[in-house]
């Protein structure tokens, strides 16, 4: 009996894995290697579901040198309407992901094509848009209107932040309205679109792009389809909120596997951006 408990105890020791060894998948359920999924650049190979990834793998894998010249980079969200547990909130999403708000912007280039590029976070309290990440994207699109650059946007977002209220709501008539003005000089702007974006940041900037791109199987939308069953009664079709639906009507311009985003930022770029100016849009 004593041998048989021993055993059992010393197999149990050598099944027992370190957590976070493995990765479920969303969307086909099938249980992944975390350490090949890292490879993979966090796309499923069964599925090709692009996982989400944070702003520094971003900009790893897209900018030159991997380098962002971050400008504002200690802006960070007051508390206007005392929300209840809104502050330590925040402190808690500035521990865990380093940032003081949920958005990058700064100079880059791609390719060797200098941009304004900006990076949101979906880690930093679901990538929601308070006033602050509404300003930095103002400003990102002020400063490619200044000097003349190309203005590239990857969003990731549950939407508008509800603990600042109708400030939060503000940045979706801000940030279109800058737009607006780079659009008037005939400046690109490339929207790239990730899993999740949705609400607010979708109803606004995200959309807004003269050429939006998207990961395949992104979630993009104005509401989720569980909200949107209890508001109309119906259930939505399979699919409908994903990237490749959203393509074949028309919404957006392109599914780009993350593998070959880069390389499909600078084939855009150089037929937009020729010697510096771009063409009428």
């Given at each position: 009996m004593w041998f048989k408990k021993k055993v059992k105890a010393r197999l149990e020791e050598k099944l027992k894995l370190p957590d976070g060894l493995w990765v479920k998948c969303e969307t086909c359920g099938e249980i992944l290697y975390r350490k090949e999924l890292e490879k993979n650049l966090w796309i499923c190979p069964k599925c090709n579901f692009h996982f989400r990834i944070n702003h520094h793998n971003y900009i790893s894998l897209l900018l030159d040198d991997a380098k962002l010249e971050e400008k504002d980079k200690d802006l960070e969200p007051l508390d206007p309407l005392d929300f209840p547990e809104y502050k330590k909130k925040q402190k808690i999403a500035q521990q865990k992901t380093g940032m003081k708000e949920g958005a990058v912007y700064g100079l880059a280039?791609?390719?060797?094509?200098?941009?304004?590029?900006?990076?949101?976070?979906?880690?930093?309290?679901?990538?929601?848009?308070?006033?602050?990440?509404?300003?930095?994207?103002?400003?990102?699109?002020?400063?490619?209107?200044?000097?003349e650059l190309p203005l590239i946007i990857l969003s990731a977002s549950g939407g508008a932040r509800m603990q600042e209220g109708i400030l939060s709501l503000m940045q979706m008539?801000?940030?279109?309205?800058?737009?607006?003005?780079?659009?008037?000089?005939?400046?690109?702007?490339?929207?790239?679109?990730?899993?999740?974006?949705?609400?607010?940041?979708?109803?606004?900037?995200?959309?807004?792009?003269?050429?939006?791109?998207?990961?395949?199987?992104?979630?993009?939308?104005?509401?989720?389809?569980?909200?949107?069953?209890?508001?109309?009664?119906?259930?939505?079709?399979?699919?409908?909120?994903?990237?490749?639906?959203?393509?074949?009507?028309?919404?957006?311009?392109?599914?780009?596997?993350?593998?070959?985003?880069?390389?499909t930022l600078i084939r855009i770029l150089r037929i937009i951006w020729k010697h510096g100016k771009a063409p009428a849009i």
């Open positions: 280039s791609i390719g060797e094509i200098p941009v304004v590029f900006a990076a949101m976070d979906f880690a930093f309290m679901g990538g929601s848009m308070g006033s602050v990440i509404g300003e930095k994207i103002a400003r990102a699109t002020r400063t490619a209107c200044k000097k008539a801000k940030t279109s309205a800058e737009l607006a003005l780079l659009a008037q000089k005939k400046i690109p702007y490339i929207s790239i679109l990730t899993h999740p974006t949705t609400a607010g940041v979708m109803a606004s900037y995200a959309s807004l792009g003269d050429i939006i791109i998207t990961e395949p199987g992104a979630l993009l939308g104005f509401t989720g389809a569980r909200v949107a069953a209890q508001t109309i009664g119906e259930k939505f079709p399979p699919g409908l909120q994903r990237s490749e639906n959203l393509l074949a009507h028309g919404m957006i311009d392109i599914v780009v596997s993350r593998k070959e985003l880069r390389n």
